[in-house]
């Protein structure tokens, strides 16, 4: 045979051992009442093994005719399938790409289920898959409880972990949005490669963290260790000396070529998890068969007679005779229950490869937007339940306030709207914030709703979207705009691709507030002083929002937090932190940047921006910081010019209404974007791009941005940056075309 096709090579001496009746030295004899299982289970765990044996093999032989694209398996890891029998579908599940049994085995207890089709479809990337509509192979479905994930690597494990602190909490505050049951827990498998992971580090840590101080985590981690990342081996015994000895972590070990010893300790894992609701770390040593995917060739990287002892430990193999020398099975029995899942297979696949798979760009992108997931969202409470809830705070409502207070006013009247509602972050609870934006929430919803989080932006985007997968409306902080980049693929790979990847059928609803942008004296480098939005522009089917005053960023949020409760929109907050206190406009105690806090029912739309002033001879367009400083050049400029211009405050930085502003700014010819932002990658830039290729006259358009610099300390903290005289200068220089 040819030693590059092991899928055959391990086919065949599967079927040669059992033919030859050769025996193992040692089977363990069992007995079914101490398993806690009947026959009938035991042997549809198996059955489960063999399916996705055979679906690895044929989707091997599919790939090489140019019909089947993915083909990572579960080959050496089909004792999954044992979670899959043990644990109710109700236990939502995040699992590892290698977890082919436990979905055929879990799809058992929901009855007219078809995995195998469902799976096959998802193989050949058929539109007709129905969870990923053919977009990837994904192991998911919304009836079994299995948010669909791709090639994770322990990217899910935060979020499982927010899952898991939300099941209980949900109970406790009584939320009616809640989808999981009170008593469930959360299954979330990966590789022990994967375990090494900063991802998985932090979800780990951040479920023990929880625990220490009180709070309920009900996950069992299921680390499937076959020693190997692709061709980086696992050193011995790293898994278990890593994870063994943590405080507030249970540690099970159970081997996964023994069927039964996993049964036993799966159900140790689940006693203990549900009874304490409390993380388990659940180790199952398992080996790797036919490499890490179709394209991976084990033999450039490991010598044959090493890939032969590892295919001499099949646990398929070693589950057949287990069952047989227990007398569930005869061998007959296995050989003809592995042939007739050979051709059942066989069918099923060749079925799937005759169906329909996406062509257009439309219909792949048609569920990057999530779609309406409730058609009401709570009203606001009666005024004298806002006026008990701001106390004191309540007859200043009227009075102009700087963006700092509006803001705290709106999350005081959010939080009292939405129930579901949770504020979570770095110092967010008794000290209300760096900037004491979430200043008394903590007092007034208590530590239930308003809590501290670990000083890791990893955990708290992964939280948030974990939390919202039983019903919660997370309003996650971040402290400053770049430490969200640590985080930043727990938006990006994970929460914005879920309704992409799942047809709208889950949603990563929250609104993520985040203090940034430039112009801070007192701060430098590129940890506090960031002047970069580039990462949102490439993440589709977010919302981004950027306020430049206090009642437009409380109308902003308010609409923020409707689409991401009514529609499930994730929407990125931007808050210019070197507004927050901003009083005055053009004078000191001028007090024009100063507002009254909106009534209750005011919005501001999504795409919608402000214009001041009426003027044609130059149109600028800007947003956050570069606004405030564009209004602030107005009357010089106008003066110079002696004639009026229009400012645009955008708003909005995402769905800006292109047409509806050339409209705007087609009577002056004249555009100046004013971008706070380094230019490279700038929201300016695209605009500028996308200004110039639908505009229909010859309109002068020209980008004042920032230098592409990072911003250093002190008096020269803003050199890099537009300024009132930078702004004046570029705004003349653009009427007059030069």
Excluded at 348 to 377: C, E, G, W, Y
Excluded at 548 to 568: I, P, Q
Excluded at 606 to 630: F, K, R
């Amino acid at each position: 045979m040819n030693p590059y096709n092991r899928a055959e090579i391990i086919d065949h001496n599967f079927l040669q051992f059992l033919k030859n009746n050769h025996q193992p030295k040692s089977i363990e004899k069992i007995s079914l009442s101490d398993l806690g299982l009947s026959k009938s289970n035991v042997i549809s765990i198996f059955e489960s093994q063999v399916f996705s044996r055979h679906m690895d093999i044929k989707a091997r032989e599919l790939k090489e005719k140019g019909e089947c694209f993915y083909t990572i398996g579960s080959s050496g890891h089909e004792s999954n399938a044992v979670f899959g029998n043990i644990f109710p579908f109700t236990d939502i599940a995040f699992l590892h790409y290698r977890s082919g049994p436990f979905f055929i085995e879990r799809s058992k207890q929901l009855a007219g289920s078809t995995p195998l089709f469902d799976m096959a479809l998802s193989f050949m990337a058929s539109s007709d898959d129905p969870i990923s509509g053919g977009r990837h192979k994904v192991i998911g479905s919304k009836s079994l409880n299995i948010p669909p994930q791709t090639s994770t690597i322990a990217s899910h494990i935060p979020k499982a972990v927010g899952t898991a602190f939300g099941i209980d909490r949900a109970k406790d505050l009584k939320i009616k949005e809640r989808e999981l049951k009170s008593n469930s827990i959360v299954l979330c498998s990966f590789g022990d490669a994967s375990a090494n992971h900063a991802s998985a580090l932090t979800g780990i840590n951040t479920s023990r963290w929880i625990k220490s101080i009180g709070g309920n985590v009900p996950i069992i981690f299921i680390c499937e260790d076959n020693g190997l990342g692709i061709s980086v081996p696992t050193p011995k015994g790293w898994i278990e000396s890593t994870f063994s000895n943590q405080d507030h972590l249970k540690y099970l070990r159970c081997d996964g070529l023994n069927i039964f010893d996993t049964i036993r300790v799966s159900r140790e894992a689940d006693s203990y998890c549900r009874s304490n609701r409390a993380p388990v770390f659940l180790h199952m040593k398992t080996v790797r068969l036919m490499g890490h995917a179709g394209s991976d060739i084990e033999l450039s990287y490991l010598d044959e007679s090493q890939i032969e002892s590892v295919e001499k430990k099949d646990p398929l193999l070693l589950s057949a005779l287990s069952l047989i020398d227990n007398r569930l099975l005869s061998t007959d029995e296995v050989v003809n229950l592995y042939e007739h899942a050979r051709k059942r297979i066989n069918f099923i696949f060749d079925q799937a490869t005759t169906k329909p798979r996406l062509s257009k760009a439309s219909d792949v992108m048609s569920n990057i937007i999530p779609k309406k997931i409730r058609k009401n969202h709570p009203q606001s409470h009666a005024e004298k339940d806002r006026e008990e809830l701001f106390g004191r705070e309540y007859k200043r409502l009227s009075r102009p306030m700087h963006m700092a207070k509006l803001i705290n006013y709106a999350l005081l009247d959010i939080m009292l709207q939405y129930d579901n509602a949770l504020i979570f972050g770095e110092d967010v609870a008794k000290k209300g914030g760096v900037y004491h934006i979430t200043a008394d929430l903590y007092d007034k919803f208590s530590i239930r709703r308003v809590f501290n989080s670990p000083l890791d932006e990893t955990s708290i985007i992964g939280f948030a979207s974990g939390l919202a997968h039983n019903g919660f409306l997370p309003i996650p902080e971040i402290q400053f705009l770049a430490y969200f980049h640590n985080a930043e693929d727990q938006l990006r790979g994970e929460a914005a691709t879920l309704s992409f990847f799942s047809q709208n059928q889950y949603t990563n609803p929250m609104v993520i507030r985040i203090a940034g942008l430039a112009y801070q004296k007192g701060f430098g480098g590129h940890f506090h002083n960031d002047n970069s939005l580039s990462i949102f522009r490439d993440i589709p089917g977010i919302i981004v929002a950027c306020p430049s005053n206090g009642a437009d960023a409380v109308k902003m949020l308010r609409t923020a937090m409707k689409h991401a409760y009514k529609n499930g929109r994730i929407v990125v907050f931007i808050e210019p932190i070197a507004l927050y206190m901003v009083k005055d406009l053009y004078e000191p105690k001028d007090n024009k940047w100063c507002f009254k806090y909106p009534d209750i029912e005011e919005e501001h739309k999504i795409g919608q921006y402000v214009i001041y002033g009426e003027g044609n001879a130059l149109t600028i367009i800007s947003y956050g910081n570069g606004l405030y400083l564009s209004l602030k050049a107005k009357p010089e400029i106008e003066k110079q010019l002696k004639k009026k211009i229009k400012i645009i405050d955008l708003c909005w930085l995402s769905d800006i209404n292109i047409d509806q502003l050339l409209i705007d700014i087609e009577p002056s010819k004249k555009v100046l974007i004013v971008e706070e932002c380094r230019r490279s990658g700038s929201y300016g830039e695209g605009l500028m791009s996308s200004l110039y290729s639908k505009s229909k006259n010859n309109m002068s358009i020209k980008l004042h941005a920032a230098e592409d610099s990072f911003i250093p300390l002190g008096d020269a903290a803003t050199s890099t940056l537009p300024s009132h005289e930078s702004i004046i200068s570029h705004a003349l220089s653009t009427y007059k075309n030069e």
